[in-house]
């Protein structure tokens, strides 16, 4: 995935909130991005935001350290957070 922001303080972050879209566009697993190291995130769903006319997911990489990242158009994306959830289990139990 392609980084395309950092931004290193809670009051950026909420300033970037602010320009998303108000509800996800839909869900990635988490599982498609573990590439990308997120000490702080346990869900097993990461939602897409619209930014800029981007679909975006955001992720705090480090302690006070927000990465924005495009999602990639070959990336599998799921309408519900449950679906995503499910595929996310599916895929994990496979890999054993």
């Not at 990461?46 to 495009?70: M, P």
Request: charged share 30%; proline share 5%.
């Amino acid at each position: 995935m392609k980084r395309i922001k950092r931004i290193r303080s809670h009051t950026g972050y909420a300033r970037f909130l602010a320009e998303t879209s108000e509800e996800p566009t839909g869900y990635l697993a988490r599982v498609q991005i573990e590439e990308i190291p997120s000490p702080y995130r346990y869900s097993p769903t990461v939602a897409i935001d619209e930014w800029n006319g981007k679909q975006v997911i955001h992720l705090e990489t480090s302690h006070r350290c927000y990465d924005v990242f495009e999602v990639h158009p070959e990336l599998l994306r799921f309408k519900t957070e449950d679906a995503a959830a499910d595929w996310h289990v599916r895929y994990c139990k496979k890999s054993r």
